[in-house]
C-alpha cells in the first residue's frame, strides 16, 4: 500500500492574507519564504479526529486546527503575549505526551502549541 509521507501544506483563508502570513512570521517565528515553503524541524507530528461538536478548537465553526511543536511552551506564551496576541490564559499537561496552549490568531482561528514530553 502506498502512503503519505507528511503533510505536505495548511493552508487557509484569510480577509487580508498578506497580514496573516506576518502575524505567524512576527508571533510564531514561521519563517516562510514568498512562495509559502517552510522548513520545519523534525520532530512527531499528530493526526487526529474530534467529534463534531468539540470545543476543544474553541469555535465550533472552526473545522480544522492547526497545532505548532514549540521547544518552550512558556517562552512561546510569554512571547506572544508581549506582542498583544490574543493567547488563553489556561495551559494543560498530558503526561508522557507534553504541555499544551493556545493563541487565536488575527483572523480568528485557533491555534494549538504543543511542547513535546
Not at 4 to 33: K, N, Q, T
Request: proline share 4%; net charge negative; glycine share 12%.
Amino acid at each position: 500500500m502506498e502512503r503519505v509521507l507528511g503533510i505536505g501544506g495548511y493552508f487557509m483563508r484569510a480577509a487580508d492574507p498578506a497580514a496573516l502570513s506576518a502575524w505567524y512570521r512576527d508571533c510564531l517565528g514561521l519563517d516562510a519564504d514568498e512562495h509559502g515553503l517552510w522548513r520545519q524541524e523534525p520532530g512527531p507530528t499528530v493526526f487526529a479526529t474530534f467529534e463534531s461538536g468539540t470545543d476543544y478548537f474553541g469555535s465550533r465553526t472552526q473545522g480544522t486546527m492547526l497545532d505548532f511543536r514549540v521547544r518552550d511552551l512558556d517562552a512561546m506564551l510569554a512571547q506572544l503575549r508581549a506582542k498583544g496576541a490574543d493567547v488563553d490564559k489556561e495551559t494543560q499537561d498530558m503526561e508522557g505526551i507534553g504541555r499544551f496552549g493556545w493563541v487565536t490568531d488575527p483572523e480568528g482561528n485557533r491555534v494549538e502549541l504543543w511542547q513535546p514530553a
